[in-house]
């Protein structure tokens, strides 16, 4: 069945150092790609999507990628901040069925 | 922006309770979902419904069950609480057969079971 591994956490960064959090798929069909982030007592909220093959979403400085050959959709950032110490999850929507990742905590120093 | 509300962020009941936890959302969005999150675990999907009365079994359904009597209310309820169910409670909803539609979550609720 359909599922998204991304790699365990947590992460631990300097700020203003280079994130990439890895992310790979396995679906059938032409399933849309999510990264949601989840800061510390809150829900989920979207960060960005990508809905085909090499599309690239982005936002708030993240981007990510949708590679169907590699079927992956890594999450990159140029820059961290301290303030994007939260837990991202890599997310698969597919015939109307999400599937999530197991989330990677992000914690950024100073 | 489309707004999901879940009626409480902290909530501490006993075992052996019948506790209701409330989701509305205001965008009239057909779908809607409960996920617990548990660390190490990540999001497991308890139910889901497609439509007003229509419910589904999700991935861990057991000592949950749920009601949808309008289209923008979705209530989850442990129908005795026992410990185990101590956990981040999450109701998400979305628009049906759009591909690239994502998930709305609540704020999430904290259920602490005593």
């Known amino acids: 069945g359909d599922s998204v591994t991304q790699m365990e956490g947590p992460v631990t960064l300097s700020e203003e150092a280079f994130l990439t959090i890895n992310c790979t798929y396995t679906a059938t069909g032409y399933p849309s790609l999510f990264w949601y982030v989840q800061y510390p007592g809150e829900g989920l909220q979207l960060l960005l999507k990508?809905?085909?093959?090499?599309d690239k979403g982005s936002n708030k400085g993240f981007e990510a990628t949708y590679r169907k050959e590699t079927t992956s959709f890594h999450l990159e950032k140029g820059s961290v901040q301290v303030s994007d110490s939260a837990v991202y999850f890599c997310?698969?929507?597919?015939?109307?069925?999400?599937?999530f990742g197991s989330g990677t905590k992000l914690n950024v120093k100073p | 922006d489309v707004k999901v509300t879940q009626s409480s962020r902290y909530l501490v009941k006993r075992t052996g309770e019948k506790v209701f936890l409330e989701c509305v959302q205001d965008?009239?969005?057909?779908?809607m979902f409960w996920y617990r999150q548990d660390p190490g675990l990540g999001l497991r999907l308890i139910y889901f419904s497609y439509d007003v009365k229509m419910k589904g079994k999700g991935d861990i359904p057991e000592g949950y069950s749920v009601s949808r009597e309008k289209k923008e209310r979705f209530s989850l309820i442990l129908e005795s609480a026992s410990t185990n169910q101590t956990s981040m409670y999450l109701c998400?909803?979305?628009?049906?057969?759009?591909?690239?539609?994502?998930?709305?979550f609540g704020s999430g609720t904290r259920l602490t079971v005593v």
């Open positions: 998400a909803s979305s628009l049906r057969g759009i591909m690239n539609y994502g998930y709305t």
């Open positions: 965008m009239d969005h057909e779908n």
């Open positions: 990508a809905t085909k093959a090499d």
């Open positions: 997310a698969l929507k597919n015939f109307n069925k999400f599937y």
